[in-house]
C-alpha cells in the first residue's frame, strides 16, 4: 500500500490543523494505522494510532486531548485532527500502516508502510 500524507502547515499557538493520509494500491481496512512525528535530530515520535475497523484508538500522552485520530475506509483515509496547538508540536507528520500488527502500542520500526511526511509548524 502507497501513503500520500497531506494538510500540514503553519498555524499560531492555539489553532487547528487537520491532516490526511491516503491510503492506495490496498484495501485500507485491512491495516492498522498510526501518526509519528519527527524533528532533526530526535527519533521519530509515536503520537497515535487506530485499529482497522476505527474502533480503538491509542494516543501518545502529549496528544491526548488535544488531537483525534479517525479513519474513513470508504475514502480509504485515515486522519489527524489537531487542536490547541504548541510550539512543541512543530514536526513532521509522517502516517504509517501495517497489514500484520495487531498492537496500537507498537513502535515506528514496526511499520512496513509509511507516507513522504508533512510539515506541521506551530509559531508563538
Known amino acids: 500500500v502507497q501513503l500520500q500524507a497531506c494538510g500540514g502547515g503553519l498555524v499560531q499557538v492555539g489553532g487547528s490543523l487537520g491532516l490526511s493520509c491516503a491510503a492506495s494500491?490496498?484495501?485500507?481496512?485491512?491495516?492498522?494505522m498510526a501518526w509519528f512525528r519527527q524533528v532533526p535530530g530526535k527519533e521519530r515520535e509515536y503520537v497515535a494510532s487506530?485499529?482497522?475497523?476505527?474502533?480503538?484508538?491509542d494516543y501518545a500522552d502529549s496528544a491526548k486531548g488535544r488531537f483525534t485520530i479517525f479513519r474513513d475506509n470508504a475514502k480509504n483515509t485515515m486522519y489527524l485532527q489537531m487542536h490547541s496547538l504548541r510550539t512543541e508540536d512543530t514536526a513532521v507528520y509522517f502516517c504509517?500502516?501495517?497489514?500484520?500488527?495487531?498492537?496500537?502500542?507498537?513502535?515506528?520500526?514496526?511499520?512496513?508502510?509509511w507516507g513522504q511526511g508533512t510539515q506541521v509548524t506551530v509559531s508563538s
Open positions: 494500491g490496498g484495501t485500507c481496512r485491512d491495516y492498522q
Open positions: 487506530i485499529s482497522r475497523g476505527g474502533g480503538s484508538t
Open positions: 504509517a500502516a501495517d497489514r500484520f500488527l495487531r498492537s496500537l502500542w507498537s513502535s515506528s520500526s514496526e511499520y512496513h508502510h
